[in-house]
């Protein structure tokens, strides 16, 4: 309960007794750069700060970076229940950002879910537009990955090294959910809605989204930024017309559990037929 003002207080001590009057709009600023500096600090900027010195450390390591490999859901113990809970802890924490990033967005009283298309008000027209995306994206991703690793310019990628049990495909699914999560909602809907605010043009803001997303993924090489950049762009760009980020997480999923999932299932002769190995 707000305490009462001070019984000398003068009527025109008013303003300074009740609501604080806004912050001028350079304050707002600083303070929404701030934000997204903290916001990006404990999530996809600290990993983007990694990425780069793991690529400096792989490029002066001595191996050339297509000798080199990198596993993108390795196993934390080999005892099967302590290995789920890490797994499952890994998951969760990852998803503070996320929370975060939408409690933010959720300032005086306004849906965040909403503000940024994150809903199930058309599910079925979301779906369909994720398949595209994914289609549009994941084939023309796996051609540029072929092409990297043949040019040295890309790791070998294995997408999981989970030791086999009963929760290992539920692990791997919810896995590729939470990256969708985290990176669609941060670095599309949560990054974009504050430049904007900013007033930052439509381009930069789409380019910076773009960038943002290739630089943590410099960890696999060259290939992988350019990639996930393009990504970027197209993903950024779709959000920017129109304000929905359901279609992209859906896409992120549906590309990841391929990866995750569906690249464990491909026989060895045909990854090396590939060249994805």
Do not use: C
């Not at 797994?87 to 967005?105: E, I, K, N, S, T």
């Not at 959720?106 to 995306?133: C, E, H, M, Q, Y």
């Amino acid at each position: 309960m707000t305490a009462p003002p001070p019984t000398d207080a003068r009527p025109d001590d008013a303003a300074a007794v009740g609501t604080a009057p806004p912050p001028s709009q350079r304050a707002y600023r600083r303070r929404i750069t701030t934000e997204i500096w903290i916001v990006l600090g404990l999530s996809l900027g600290k990993s983007g700060l990694y990425a780069v010195v793991n690529l400096i450390d792989r490029l002066t390591a001595g191996p050339p970076l297509g000798d080199q490999t990198t596993t993108l859901n390795p196993s934390r113990s080999p005892r099967p229940w302590l290995d789920l809970t890490y797994q499952l802890l890994q998951v969760g924490f990852a998803l503070v950002p996320v929370a975060l990033a939408l409690y933010l967005l959720s300032a005086n009283g306004k849906s965040a879910v909403r503000r940024i298309g994150l809903d199930f008000t058309r599910p079925w027209r979301d779906l369909g537009i994720g398949v595209g995306l994914a289609a549009a994206i994941g084939i023309p991703g796996l051609g540029l990955y072929a092409i990297a690793r043949t040019l040295g310019l890309a790791v070998e990628v294995q997408a999981s090294a989970l030791n086999a049990a009963w929760w290992t495909i539920p692990v791997l699914l919810l896995a590729a959910l939470q990256n969708a999560l985290l990176e669609e909602v941060i670095v599309v809907g949560y990054l974009m809605e504050r430049l904007r605010e900013l007033r930052w043009s439509a381009p930069a803001i789409v380019i910076t989204s773009a960038l943002v997303r290739g630089s943590y993924h410099l960890y696999q090489g060259w290939g992988a930024f350019v990639g996930n950049a393009i990504m970027g762009l197209l993903f950024a760009e779709y959000y920017r017309r129109k304000r929905r980020v359901m279609p992209l997480v859906m896409a992120h999923t549906l590309m990841d559990t391929f990866v995750f999932v569906g690249y464990a299932l491909i026989p060895a002769a045909w990854i090396a037929m590939l060249g994805l190995n």
